[in-house]
């Protein structure tokens, strides 16, 4: 699956990482990345970053001028407000290395948290995103309900030496092969290992 997903379009995830290890951007970067294609996300934190720099510069700007730095990413006036929040819940202008203090800021959640604790400071985690939730039942690895779920089970079942790379390895395979509906199951390379949990038609 590694050496298949070498061909694809590069993940947002592993946009971010090429471009930065700044902490901030990458927070902030993930944030707007949520429900976004990474197309639109790559653009506007293009924009953002040619005025935003760093947690103080957030302070200089309104959430309307936000919203307009950071438009059309998805939900981007619940962003601008959380990107608002954001300045003042960093406490010393610094991003949390740890996912337990990253969730307590405005608009992040486990998915974002885990990617920046990744990214941001190269420490072990299981970033779960519908992708990987999705791929990880199909194949039988795991049975959960949710992605918090799944990542728990993750914690637990899957080898560290995988953690870092397993997000971006089932996003590119989702988006390309192992789609919602209808995946491509005939062009898999691993499908004689792979349970095909609730598929009812494939290609």
Same mark, same amino acid.
């Given at each position: 699956?590694?050496?298949?997903?070498?061909?694809?379009?590069?993940?947002?995830?592993?946009?971010?990482?090429?471009?930065?290890?700044?902490?901030?951007?990458?927070?902030?970067?993930?944030?707007?990345?949520?429900?976004?294609?990474?197309?639109?996300?790559?653009?506007?934190?293009?924009?953002?970053?040619?005025?935003?720099? !760093?947690?103080?510069?957030?302070?200089?700007?309104?959430?309307?001028?936000?919203?307009?730095?950071?438009?059309?990413?998805?939900?981007?006036?619940?962003?601008?407000?959380?990107?608002?929040?954001?300045?003042?819940?960093?406490?010393?202008?610094?991003?949390?290395? !740890?996912?337990?203090?990253?969730?307590?800021?405005?608009?992040?959640?486990?998915?974002?948290?885990?990617?920046?604790?990744?990214?941001?400071?190269?420490?072990?985690?299981?970033?779960?995103?519908? #992708?990987? #939730?999705?791929?990880?039942?199909?194949?039988?690895?795991?049975?959960?309900?949710?992605?918090?779920?799944?990542?728990?089970?993750?914690?637990?079942?899957?080898?560290?030496?995988?953690?870092?790379?397993?997000?971006?390895?089932?996003?590119?395979?989702?988006?390309?092969?192992?789609?919602?509906?209808?995946?491509?199951?005939?062009?898999?390379?691993?499908?004689?290992?792979?349970?095909?949990?609730?598929?009812?038609?494939?290609?």
């Amino acid at each position: 699956m590694k050496k298949l997903v070498l061909s694809f379009r590069v993940p947002i995830v592993d946009f971010i990482e090429m471009q930065t290890k700044d902490p901030f951007k990458v927070l902030v970067s993930t944030m707007l990345s949520a429900r976004t294609k990474d197309e639109t996300t790559t653009e506007a934190c293009r924009k953002l970053f040619r005025k935003v720099k !760093n947690p103080s510069d957030l302070d200089k700007y309104s959430a309307r001028q936000l919203e307009r730095l950071i438009y059309p990413v998805g939900f981007y006036r619940t962003k601008a407000k959380n990107l608002k929040k954001l300045a003042g819940a960093l406490k010393n202008r610094k991003v949390p290395d !740890n996912i337990e203090e990253l969730v307590k800021l405005p608009g992040v959640g486990r998915k974002t948290a885990n990617l920046v604790v990744v990214i941001a400071f190269g420490k072990h985690g299981v970033c779960v995103d519908t #992708h990987v #939730h999705r791929i990880m039942n199909r194949f039988g690895y795991v049975r959960t309900k949710t992605p918090h779920e799944t990542e728990a089970a993750l914690r637990k079942k899957l080898p560290k030496r995988y953690w870092l790379s397993i997000n971006s390895i089932l996003v590119a395979f989702g988006q390309h092969l192992c789609r919602p509906v209808s995946p491509r199951c005939s062009k898999c390379p691993v499908r004689n290992y792979c349970n095909r949990a609730g598929v009812t038609r494939s290609r």
